[in-house]
């Protein structure tokens, strides 16, 4: 393991949220990606996908690389989350993770190389992971859960265009509870702008397709550089 | 200077805001400690207060004590900003610093020990500082600007009770625009508790003190422990 002089070592994970089915009720539910640790400590268990930061590379990209390595996934973005540095937090000296995450429509989660040692998991239902991570992806959700209340990060997982029913099982997905359709119009509808389009369908009256408001920035990092 | 094994120092800084009169308008506006610097890099330059981590400290107990070596000043909380670890931040060698801000009030800002090197200034009017500083306040102004919309952050830098004008300064402040009084009331009412107080004095009619509702969180970090 490389480490500081003081005995700190300098990591990164990252927290990838996919909507899929949840195994038990069928209905959309964030899953995550985990790798199953082939090293100690921890050996053998689940674990956040992650890795060292090289000299030469920003978190960000050390993030990126670290993730593309282990499961194949280059999601559009990559946010970061919060810097986990709790003395302890490793049995094998002492680590500062700085965590990142992102949402992923089904054709980017698709990417991820699942395997022995990959799978996407439901994130409210998982094993017993390595180090805290249990604890940083319960943070991570709650953070999804607040910032859709807020932001356009419920776009992330979806395309372009969308109807105002996909947009709504996003957050029914996200906040896991149904919502009153005709309230979630009401309150969405100001930042989105609807297209000429409708979707496709024998439909008699297709519902129309709509998309953001442009004019708001996705990753809501302000005078930080975009990544 | 201490570093990691590929070459990677770990430090903190700490952004530490309180409302004074700005120096030209007398206007209320968000001032922060600075430190100037003894040692190479940037001799001479105003910094950020900060240094390393130690292995047995956490990153916020690290801010905490770095900010009171070089400030005296203890704010009742740190809140975890953001990590800067950009290739090239530091001239000396690689550097990633975790960040942390607080908002004091006036008693708490007084304890700054004030000197040849260290000083308050206003954060839209700094001189150029160590490393990334000015775009790490910049960022910080920004999260302020921004968090003061969604959150019960404006109450750090008031008392227990407050009147609505004293609360709207805040805002004003925070935002460096006047705000309409009756907008206003109607904007906050909402979260605040009126209290059977009104500030003593001799007017006929003596605003009356609010609370804020309690149940909100002041620092609002979900699942993260406390600080």
Known sequence: MEHTQ????LAVSTVIFALRPHPETGLSTPWIPLVRR???PYEGRWALPGGWVSPEESLADAAARNLLETTALKPAYLEQLYAFGEVGRSPDGRVVSIVYWA????HEAERAAEGENVRWHPADHLPKLAFDHNAI????????????G????????LGETF??????????????RQL????????VEGSLVPTESRVSGGR??????????ESIELVDNGPLASP
Request: proline share 6%; aromatic share 12%; charged share 30%.
């Open 38 to 40: 082939i090293t100690k």
């Open 163 to 176: 109807t105002l029913a996909e947009l709504r099982e996003v957050y029914e997905a996200v906040l896991q």
């Open 150 to 157: 807020y932001s356009r990060i419920a776009r992330a997982f």
């Open 180 to 187: 009153d359709p005709a309230n979630f119009r009401r309150q």
């Open 6 to 9: 003081q005995g700190i070592s």
């Open 204 to 213: 008699h009256r297709p519902p129309r397709l709509y998309r953001h408001d």
């Open 137 to 148: 992806v319960e943070y991570a959700l709650w953070r999804l859960r607040t910032k859709v």
């Open 103 to 106: 949402m992923v429509r089904p």
